[in-house]
């Protein structure tokens, strides 16, 4: 294993843009990154498995031909280089045949969650621009009510169900088209994707993506998840998010490694199964997956242990009693990566690089960044004092992000890019999340992050997820609150509540405890798996405001 201080120090942009990519800085094309260069006889990109059952693989030659087949298809309805052409699809093989099929063209391609409604899909379509939308029959009546919807390719269902008067059969058209298209070659700052932030407030903001993103994509591939030729490869993110369409999608295929999709919903029994099926190695999710599994560990450890290599974890903070878990009860290591859509993934306890890992941790800045934590004048902050998580960007060649389309990026202050985050460095160089700032509690002159009292709270037997807030107190100015989700075996009462408030108080302290104690089925979660806490938050607000008149 290579040494991380090392890796770092030595880390050198040109060189690896020369290892990593086919084309010159000035002449890219996503397609040929992702496919092209590894089209070789009978050589894998796509492992595909079906909520029935049902599976097939994919050679990168046969992409190679449809993405070809679809680029012509493109280029006749006028779609050109530079535009935006979205899909609405689950994962199957069509999503990557869009995907690289856009690519080949020079064209951006723009993911639509599944589980999105028509407003929110009309809010990305208007505010990109898209000259075309690719929809399976499932979702194509969601078009339906969107204003100014593009034109709709569907990929049909049994015997031609779901394409509608005015549609366009995706496989109809495929066979209508050769299968060679030269790639259109673009500049290293030009778009490839376009993804929209799922922030917490407002509309969500465009973000283009830039081919030199690919590097750093790859990067992470290869420092943080230690992806290997010889491991078999499944992140569990969808693709209509960053994380599955930079980390399933691009990284893995720009490596020459082939991806797994499963097209049904998790469940632990398909988790366990795939796992075993195709004999993977190297995992990637969410901390919600891993919570569910560990919640079933008496069915998952039989079935799991001591076949994962390595597993990686985005998209929130892992609690210390998951990482645990991962060691004692499945032999593997878990490690926590943090990152941003505007980022890609830059803070991480590294699979490949040798360095400290301190539970609850982050990690540290991946080679080709530099990760520092900033007070309220943007001042850098020593370890120990809580911050602002910021991207120095003159000393980050591999940060990429160039802003909102045609928006201001109040992010950007002088040389740093402020990422919203509060968190703090440690004594070793590592850097612990503490929360959103917008999360961050305030008691009694005290500041509280959720994510260490959640952590405690989740290290009780009775508990399989939590979520924490402040809640508006006049004396106080906020206390802490507790929603939490009971394991099917306990009971909701005042005295658990009470045994869980005690059990945080003697793990934390006597001012980060949560005063109240609510029991939920369920928390509110983005469809990527993040909880919200700011709706929780919102409705504390509205009780405490109905209240007071």
């Not at 294993?1 to 084309?23: E, Q």
């Not at 209508?176 to 490839?192: H, K, S, T, W």
């Not at 994707?193 to 973000?207: I, R, Y």
């Not at 402020?418 to 968190?423: E, K």
Request: aromatic share 10%; net charge negative.
């Amino acid at each position: 294993m290579r040494d991380y201080l090392t890796a770092a120090r030595k880390f050198d942009y040109s060189n690896v843009a020369a290892t990593t990519l086919t084309g010159s800085l000035e002449a890219l094309n996503a397609c040929v990154e992702c496919c092209d260069r590894h089209a070789l006889p009978g050589r894998i990109a796509l492992f595909w498995e079906g909520r029935d059952g049902s599976s097939a693989s994919y050679t990168f030659c046969e992409l190679q031909a449809q993405a070809a087949r679809f680029a012509n298809f493109l280029h006749a309805q006028g779609v050109r280089p530079g535009d935006c052409v979205a899909g609405l699809l689950p994962r199957n093989v069509e999503l990557l045949i869009t995907i690289l099929g856009t690519w080949r063209l020079g064209a951006v391609y723009q993911p639509l969650f599944t589980a999105f409604g028509p407003k929110a899909i009309e809010h990305r379509l208007s505010s990109s621009g898209a000259k075309l939308v690719v929809s399976d029959a499932t979702n194509r009546a969601k078009l339906d009510v969107v204003a100014g919807a593009p034109l709709v390719v569907t990929v049909a269902g049994t015997k031609g169900q779901g394409i509608q008067r005015g549609d366009f059969s995706f496989w109809a058209e495929l066979e209508r088209y050769e299968a060679e298209f030269e790639p259109v070659m673009r500049g290293i700052d030009d778009p490839f994707l376009m993804m929209f932030t799922s922030g917490t407030t407002g509309l969500a903001k465009p973000v283009p993506v830039p081919l030199k993103a690919i590097l750093a994509f790859v990067g992470y591939m290869r420092e943080a998840v230690d992806l290997r030729p010889e491991d078999a490869f499944w992140n569990l993110a969808d693709p209509g998010w960053a994380y599955g369409l930079y980390y399933a999608v691009t990284g893995p295929l720009a490596m020459g490694h082939p991806t797994t999709f499963y097209e049904g919903p998790f469940t632990v029994e398909s988790t366990c199964r795939i796992i075993r099926k195709y004999g993977i190695s190297n995992l990637a999710g969410s901390p919600t997956a891993y919570r569910l599994l560990l919640a079933a560990k008496k069915q998952v450890e039989p079935m799991l242990k001591g076949r994962l290599r390595a597993v990686s974890s985005a998209g929130e903070p892992l609690s210390p009693e998951v990482i645990r878990w991962f060691d004692d009860g499945l032999a593997t290591t878990i490690h926590d990566h943090y990152g941003q859509t505007e980022l890609g993934m830059v803070l991480c306890n590294h699979h490949a690089l040798a360095h400290p890992v301190r539970i609850g941790a982050a990690g540290f800045a991946i080679p080709g960044h530099r990760v520092v934590v900033l007070d309220e004048q943007n001042r850098e902050l020593p370890p120990g004092q809580p911050g602002i998580l910021a991207l120095d960007r003159p000393r980050s060649p591999l940060f990429w992000f160039p802003g909102y389309q045609d928006m201001p990026t109040k992010a950007f202050v002088g040389d740093y890019y402020l990422s919203g985050d509060t968190v703090e460095l440690n004594e070793d160089g590592s850097i612990s999340f503490v929360g959103r700032s917008d999360d961050v509690i305030t008691t009694s002159g005290y500041r509280v992050g959720p994510f260490d009292v959640e952590s405690a709270l989740i290290e009780h037997p009775a508990v399989i997820e939590a979520a924490v807030i402040g809640k508006p107190d006049p004396e106080r100015t906020e206390l802490v609150k507790a929603f939490v989700v009971l394991q099917p075996q306990f009971r909701a009462d005042a005295a658990l509540a009470e045994e869980l408030k005690q059990h945080v108080r003697k793990r934390l302290s006597a001012h980060a405890y949560p005063r109240e104690v609510e029991f939920v089925s369920e928390l509110p979660k983005t469809p990527s798996g993040k909880i919200q806490r700011f709706l929780l938050r919102n409705q504390e607000i509205a009780k405490a405001q109905v209240a007071a008149n």
